[in-house]
């Protein structure tokens, strides 16, 4: 039989008691918080680690990500924000501490300013002299907000007091003819817009808050007067890419404003990354804007092209790989991820046994891909024909006889059949090492497109488009050679002018590292 618990009598020590219960009841609460919040965390490293280990992965792989980190957060938010509460009562109670992952120094590039807490001139306890034995030092991040300036040049005049010629030094290039905005300004705005996706309005109420009143039509103007400025180093961009043995190619939808409505126009990417194969290229990427997606416009995009295009199974390529066209053929290149996609969504769905291990077998291939990423075009071939060729050629063994024996209205039929009528193109890559896996490499570059589209919702004119493709040229561009686009545009910007045509590559994103690093080096 259980004892009741005794409770005191006097009204201080029932207040002291409850206020002790509840402080253990909150303190509780926040430990349950931390450790949900804890568990959210391993769950998203868990899914991580599997998509690196196991390669791409679908679109429901990738929203699954989205959904662990966005629980993460606000499972961390509440976890703080109940140990906050827990611990702002005083009472004594037995202290816990919120296991959190290990988080990463403070970049050690940051600047950083000391502040020294005075300590007390002599001993506390009984009046001797002190000597530092060592100090603690804790670090906080913190930001400086957006400091705006006005830079004045002057230009003095001066007059000959001989022959009264006035002399005065010339006028300093502006970005914009008669703008008052510097190029630090201009490739801010621009990277906002085309690379942080924040629509002119929003960037123009920003500023106003921040007591700068600039106009959505001033912006405007500045976002289209610097479009024309870099129009050059696109052109540039887009030889560089089509001047590639490989590429990769691929498209997305983009809403496009027109009389009322939205329709839908494409944006179409073609990427070289020669990097897999230790090629000698700098990556870049070149973004093209259509407003529809017949077929005329990759034909148009890839005009005088005759190398490899590496691309999904669009029919508006099919007359690009005709022997006929001229100068010559391209040479198609099917991706393995969209193969596997089709199997992908079956297994995860209907978890139908023959996309399992259609899954599995392609999963391994991926795996021996990752292992030989890098090395030269000689040395993946070598791989493949050992390692690869043999898993291909049992993957096609068995997907020919299974299919006999499906109906051809069957999911799984129809997921064989994708890959079984373009087997050459799947399986050109054992032949030739410069040829990836898949077009990961293009839907990568689209990202960005996709994630625009919930924040600007539409573009406002087929010039939009083109412009947007133009902008997203170059940050893309930038991103592939490891450099801050921001930083880059506003260089680009602040030297085009006054420099010589002839030697306009020397601005390009590769080359501009490259002064940089040297600079940094001295």
Request: net charge positive; glycine share 6%; aromatic share 6%.
């Amino acid at each position: 039989m259980t004892t009741p618990q005794a409770f005191p009598e006097e009204i201080d020590a029932l207040k002291a008691a409850l206020v002790t219960e509840r402080t253990a009841r909150q303190q509780a609460e926040a430990r349950a918080s931390g450790a949900e919040a804890l568990v959210a965390h391993l769950k998203l490293l868990i899914a991580k680690m599997r998509r690196d280990r196991f390669g791409p992965s679908s679109e429901h792989a990738r929203r699954l990500l989205d959904q662990l980190e966005l629980q993460l957060e606000e499972l961390e938010a509440s976890a703080t924000e109940d140990e906050a509460v827990a611990n702002a009562d005083a009472t004594p109670v037995r202290s816990f501490g919120r296991k959190r992952p290990v988080r990463a120094p403070l970049p050690a590039y940051l600047p950083r300013d000391r502040v020294v807490i005075p300590a007390p001139s002599v001993c506390p306890c009984c009046g001797g002299k002190l000597a530092k034995l060592g100090e603690d030092i804790t670090e906080t991040l913190e930001v400086v907000p957006r400091q705006w300036k006005v830079i004045q040049t002057v230009r003095e005049k001066f007059t000959c007091r001989r022959c009264e010629k006035i002399t005065q030094p010339p006028a300093p290039f502006h970005v914009i003819a008669r703008g008052r905005a510097g190029a630090s300004l201009l490739a801010m705005i621009l990277y906002a817009k085309f690379g942080e996706h924040q629509p002119l309005n929003r960037q123009s109420e920003s500023y106003a808050r921040e007591g700068v009143d600039l106009d959505v039509s001033t912006l405007a103007d500045w976002v289209g007067a610097c479009t024309a400025s870099l129009a050059p180093l696109v052109e540039l961009i887009r030889r560089h890419v089509f001047a590639a043995e490989r590429i990769h190619g691929d498209d997305t939808t983009v809403p496009v404003l027109a009389k009322g409505k939205t329709i839908t126009g494409r944006v179409w990417t073609y990427v070289r990354d020669d990097r897999p194969f230790a090629g000698p290229g700098p990556p870049a990427a070149v973004f093209s804007y259509s407003r529809n997606r017949k077929g005329e416009h990759p034909a148009h995009h890839l005009t005088g092209y005759a190398g490899i295009l590496q691309a999904d199974a669009y029919a508006g390529f099919a007359e690009l790989y005709e022997a006929k066209r001229r100068p010559a053929s391209i040479t198609e290149a099917a991706c393995w991820s969209h193969g596997r996609r089709n199997f992908f969504v079956l297994a995860d769905t209907a978890k139908a046994p023959l996309a399992l291990e259609a899954v599995r077998r392609i999963d391994a291939i991926f795996a021996i891909e990752r292992e030989i990423n890098g090395v030269s075009a000689g040395e993946r071939l070598a791989a493949r024909k050992t390692r690869v060729a043999p898993l291909v050629g049992e993957l096609e063994e068995r997907m020919r006889t299974e299919r006999a024996r499906l109906s051809r209205h069957a999911d799984t039929a129809k997921a064989m059949d994708y890959m079984l009528k373009r087997w050459p193109a799947f399986t050109r890559f054992l032949d030739d090492g410069r040829i990836c896996l898949s077009n990961n490499a293009a839907e990568r570059a689209l990202r960005g497109i996709a994630l625009g589209r919930r924040s600007w919702l539409f573009a406002g004119s087929d010039r939009g488009g083109e412009r947007a493709a133009a902008m997203d040229t170059l940050i893309a561009t930038a991103k592939l050679n490891g450099i801050n686009p921001q930083a880059w545009l506003a260089d680009v910007l602040r030297r085009i002018a006054d420099h010589p045509a002839s030697r306009l590559d020397q601005l390009l994103p590769w080359h501009w590292k490259d002064r940089a690093d040297q600079a940094a080096a001295a």
